[in-house]
């Protein structure tokens, strides 16, 4: 078992930056990835950004070069740092944990806003 928490979240300016914090307890020894995910109103949940064990990093087309996904050291926590948002950024932001079993765990999201 896997248990995640997400902070962060909250109202940015576009153009502005907001840093999202993916915190991890558990069974971690089995943790193959953890990925930020997002839902935005009307739409399916999609993939922004990954990290796996061995740091291979992916980010989906629309946040590559503005995101940047990270851990520290014990996979304690996963962070995304935003720059450069756009409206178009507004969802729920949520944290998934892939297990080498392929067992999957999800957070329960944080809303990122990104008006004026």
């Known amino acids: 078992q896997v248990h995640l928490v997400e902070s962060g979240g909250g109202l940015v300016q576009p153009g502005g930056s907001l840093r999202l914090s993916c915190a991890a307890s558990?069974?971690?020894?089995?943790?193959?990835?953890v990925g930020w995910y997002r839902q935005a109103p009307g739409k399916q949940r999609e993939l922004a950004a990954q990290?796996?064990?061995?740091?291979?990093?992916n980010y989906s087309d629309s946040v590559e070069g503005r995101f940047t996904i990270s851990r520290d050291y014990a996979w304690n926590t996963v962070y995304l740092q935003m720059n450069e948002m756009k409206p178009e950024d507004t969802a729920v932001y949520y944290c998934?944990?892939?297990?080498?079993?392929?067992?999957?765990?999800w957070g329960q999201g944080t809303q990122v806003t990104v008006s004026s």
């Open positions: 998934k944990a892939v297990m080498f079993g392929s067992e999957e765990y």
């Open positions: 558990g069974r971690l020894f089995s943790l193959y990835a």
């Open positions: 990290i796996t064990r061995d740091d291979r990093v």
